[in-house]
């Protein structure tokens, strides 16, 4: 019986989900119970796989196990871009390999469709718009690097177009940026209302445990999962819980669990809106990879994403909310100087689970164990895909984005502690002070 030593215990305010629609959590699970399929993890990955292997397998009960509520956890509180087009920040021209990066453009590209095709059907309330995304520079060398960037979307076949800074008020309302290169095909959406609205419309045979965290597993020729008030037992436990699976005993000194911190303003109210300008729903990343996030709603609210600390307990610390709310008040009056009396209603921290070489997890973990981690960065459209692609790729399929995955070498070993801490949160800081005036 190996002891799960550390359990998510994520921040209060996260602001996407209490601005989201109220739900029902199902009950937590109590007593014993015996299924086929086991699925921990109730995220985008988590949802995708228990909704594609009961339609799989439309004769079995599929048990979903999440140790938070629905919405509250790391799939709720990223930044709502599910983006298509690759971003291999390791290569000069952001795109690297072109087999490869159509490999990854076709992967992200279902895990949108997927997500698509369920909110139509459900009419899930999401917020769900074709907006693109503008990747934007203030300086030279953000310029330099959407110049590269644009050369590599064109060896793709994607088209993206050029903004110049006096032209981009009327995009963003904000002069701040130097240069914004607009990308079509990503779509903006509320993270934790989608993720409300996937688990609400899960198959019949999907049985949803929240508020259910796992304690203790052991691993035999059937898995049994232990919790407070009962335990779990399955014939094939599927991992989605991403930073989480060190802790259940794989890829441990292979998963980076590391944090970034976003706010959400109040409403902005007719007169603000007008004297903001721009069109009314559109999302910036930034050139740099450490800069600033910054995305005007469908509800008209201003949200700002930036600063990074790693915890490899996958556990946030509350120290650092106060820290990086003054990161956000400071990048917000840059870039919305007709905005001062806009404040923040929310501030959060949301995991993203990385890996030293940006490879993730996919595949047969042990005899009766399957895992889908690891996404570094593209949750929305990753998450979804490779969720419903591991189901596929239990029931038997095989197709050209399942063997892309399994090819994988996987997320590459890391030093051990305390190197890795102070290892990493150095390479963030660092990384944070080279973005200058892109956070």
Not at 147 to 154: D, K, Q, V
Not at 240 to 245: I, T
Not at 316 to 325: G, W
Not at 373 to 400: F, S, V
Request: aromatic share 8%.
């Amino acid at each position: 019986m190996q002891k799960i030593t550390s359990l998510p215990a994520d921040d209060s305010m996260p602001g996407w989900f209490h601005t989201s629609r109220e739900r029902t959590p199902r009950p937590a699970h109590i007593g014993q119970k015996k299924a086929r399929w086991a699925i921990v993890g109730a995220g985008l990955t988590g949802l995708a796989a228990a909704r594609q292997l009961a339609l799989n397998f439309p004769d079995d009960e599929v048990v979903l196990i999440e140790a938070q509520e629905v919405g509250y956890g790391p799939a709720g509180r990223n930044a709502g871009f599910a983006i298509d087009v690759p971003h291999d920040i390791g290569a000069k021209d952001y795109i690297g390999d072109v087999t490869t990066a159509n490999l990854i453009l076709k992967l992200n590209t279902l895990g949108q469709d997927y997500l698509r095709q369920i909110v139509q059907e459900n009419n899930i309330q999401c917020q769900m718009s074709d907006s693109g995304k503008y990747q934007a520079a203030v300086g030279e060398q953000g310029v330099a690097i959407l110049e590269a960037y644009r050369r590599g979307l064109a060896k793709i076949g994607r088209d993206s177009e050029m903004i110049a800074g006096k032209d981009l008020p009327d995009h963003i309302g904000t002069s701040y940026y130097r240069q914004a290169l607009y990308i079509p095909g990503t779509l903006l959406l509320q993270p934790s209302a989608l993720v409300k609205g996937l688990a609400d419309s899960l198959p019949a045979n999907v049985t949803l445990y929240e508020y259910t965290p796992v304690t203790s597993i052991d691993y035999g020729d059937k898995v049994t999962l232990v919790h407070d008030k009962g335990s779990i037992v399955a014939d094939t436990l599927i991992l989605a819980n991403n930073g989480f699976a060190s802790h259940f005993g794989f890829l441990q000194q292979r998963l980076l669990p590391t944090f970034l911190y976003g706010s959400l303003t109040r409403q902005l109210n007719e007169e603000e809106q007008a004297r903001l300008g721009g069109k009314p729903v559109w999302g910036v990343i930034p050139a740099h990879p450490f800069g600033s996030t910054v995305r005007r709603t469908v509800d008209n609210r201003i949200l700002v994403r930036n600063s990074f600390s790693f915890h490899p307990d996958g556990r946030p610390r509350e120290k650092h909310l106060k820290q990086f709310l003054e990161n956000h008040r400071r990048s917000f009056e840059r870039r919305f100087p007709v905005l001062p009396d806009v404040n923040f209603e929310y501030t959060w921290s949301g995991a993203i689970c990385l890996s030293d070489n940006h490879e993730g997890f996919f595949g047969k973990l042990a005899p009766n164990v399957y895992g889908a981690l690891c996404c570094n960065g593209l949750g929305i459209t990753r998450g979804t895909a490779t969720g419903k692609l591991l189901a596929d790729m239990i029931a038997g399929e095989r197709n050209e984005l399942i063997d892309f995955l399994t090819a994988s070498p996987g997320p590459s070993k890391t030093p051990p502690e305390p190197f890795l801490s102070i290892g990493v949160n150095s390479v963030l800081k660092w990384g944070q002070y080279r973005a200058g005036l892109e956070v």
